[in-house]
Each structure stands twice: as structure tokens, then as C-alpha cells.
Nanobody
Framework: QVQLVESGGGLVQPGGSLRLSCAASGFTFSSYAMSWYRQVPGKERELVAAISSVGGSTNYADSMKGRFTISRDNAKNTVYLQMNSLQPEDTAVYYC?????????WGQGTQVTVSS
């Protein structure tokens, strides 16, 4: 079955960096676009970034442009999110997602906390 496992979250000071990873299994990873979302309690889940199946195309939410970079390694079935210049408002649970045959599959999420 489809499995997505995020890792790499944690506590970081404002201005710091983190790299999130999402290990995928149960489907042909290289055939599907992947995306990262984040969610703060009480708010809707929002798109952070997305990447095409072979990595040639990416897109970002406006507030993440220039600070976050999404990438993938199809040989490792893994998608990454490099986050730089983190701010307290980036505090959230970060999820990776794949959409297969009109169904969304989500990982369990990884907590990112930006605080001094």
C-alpha cells in the first residue's frame, strides 16, 4: 500500500534551516508529482511546494518563494524540502502528499517549531 514517511522536523531558532525528507513506498514514485503541505492547529492545510514526477517543474506558495526548495531523488524514492530563513510563522506540522487516481495519500507529518 502507499506509504509516506516524513522526517527531519524539530526545533530551530529564527533564521535557521531544516531539511525535511519524505520516504515513499507502495507506488511507482518516479511517475507521480509530489507536494509538501503544512498545517497549523485551527487552520486549513496549505500548499507549501510541489514538484513534477521527474523534478523538472516546481512551484511554491508565495510566502515560501526564495526560502524553501523542493527536490526529489527518484532513485531513493524520496522528496525533500529544504527550508531556510525560518520564521516563527513557519511553525506547523509539515506533510507530504501524493495524488494517485484521484485519491490523496498523506504521511503522518513532522512537526517544525521555529522559536528562540
Amino acid at each position: 500500500q502507499v506509504q509516506l514517511v516524513e522526517s527531519g522536523g524539530g526545533l530551530v531558532q529564527p533564521g535557521g534551516s531544516l531539511r525535511l525528507s519524505c520516504a515513499a513506498s507502495g507506488f511507482t514514485f518516479s511517475s507521480y508529482a509530489m507536494s509538501w503541505y503544512r498545517q497549523v492547529p485551527g487552520k486549513e492545510r496549505e500548499l507549501v511546494a510541489a514538484i513534477s514526477s521527474v523534478g523538472g517543474s516546481t512551484n511554491y506558495a508565495d510566502s515560501m518563494k526564495g526560502r524553501f526548495t523542493i527536490s526529489r531523488d527518484n532513485a531513493k524514492n524520496t522528496v525533500y524540502l529544504q527550508m531556510n530563513s525560518l520564521q516563527p510563522e513557519d511553525t506547523a506540522v509539515y506533510y507530504c502528499k501524493v495524488r494517485i487516481l484521484l485519491q490523496n495519500y498523506w504521511g503522518q507529518g513532522t512537526q517544525v517549531t521555529v522559536s528562540s
